[in-house]
T-cell receptor
């Protein structure tokens, strides 16, 4: 069965703190893709990153970084020096052929 | 142009009305999607079009009728909706379907639908 679990329903931190959003997935496929999307209050889903199952290198993009570990089936997302504009719902998703299997989402609140 | 546009942004309709949602992309993508998203939930896939043909219908009620007039345009026709159909309707496109390498989906801003 394909499944994505985001155990953190809501996280609240003060601006400039670092925060990590967890994502654990289940799949029997050997080739798969993992994604993170951001959904601000405006509603649009913004693509953040795609990672394929053969590439376990961590990725850094500005204040964002991702830690992919196949051994624990996790694909965690860290924001360093958080800012108020980072407040949003963040979804982790697993690509299964033609469709995305979504986690429940984590609502991130950054307080000024 | 790397965006997906959706109109209208907001729509309020009665249960006897007929309305349509429109989605457009000019990225040359050959796959287009409709999703429904209820508050505090992830998007739920409704339909997938591949090369202008309906390839996936996730058991969506017939009061939702998709249409793909050309490769850039996707419509969702609404008729006799129920209040529980109130949600954010998201359109997305990707280069192709079934090839994960190209399955990065670009989402539009959504249409917030309220059914009275």
């Amino acid at each position: 069965a394909q499944k994505v679990t985001q155990a953190q329903t809501e996280i609240s931190v003060v601006e400039k703190e670092d925060v990590t959003l967890d994502c654990v997935y289940e799949t029997r496929d050997t080739t798969y893709y993992l994604f993170w999307y951001k959904q601000p209050p405006s509603g649009e889903l913004v693509f953040l990153i795609r990672r394929n199952s053969f590439d376990e290198q961590n990725e850094i993009s500005g204040r964002y970084s991702w830690n992919f570990q196949k051994s624990t089936s996790s694909f965690n997302f860290t924001i360093t020096a958080s800012q108020v504009v980072d407040s949003a719902v963040y979804f982790c998703a697993l690509d299964s052929n033609y469709q995305l299997i979504w986690g429940a989402g984590t609502k991130l609140i950054i307080k000024p | 142009d790397t965006e997906v546009t959706q109109t209208p942004k907001h729509l309020v309709m009665g249960m006897t009305n007929k309305k349509s949602l429109k989605c457009e992309q000019h990225m040359g993508h050959r796959a287009m999607y409709w999703y429904k998203q209820k508050a505090k939930k992830p998007p739920e896939l409704m339909f997938v079009y591949s090369y202008e043909k309906l390839s996936i219908n996730e058991s969506v009620p017939s009061r939702f009728s998709p249409e793909c007039p050309n490769s850039s345009l996707l419509n969702l026709h609404l008729h006799a909706l129920q209040p529980e159909d109130s949600a954010l309707y998201l359109c997305a496109s990707s280069q192709a379907v079934g090839t994960a390498d190209y399955n990065e989906q670009f989402f539009g801003p959504g249409t917030r639908l309220t059914v009275l």
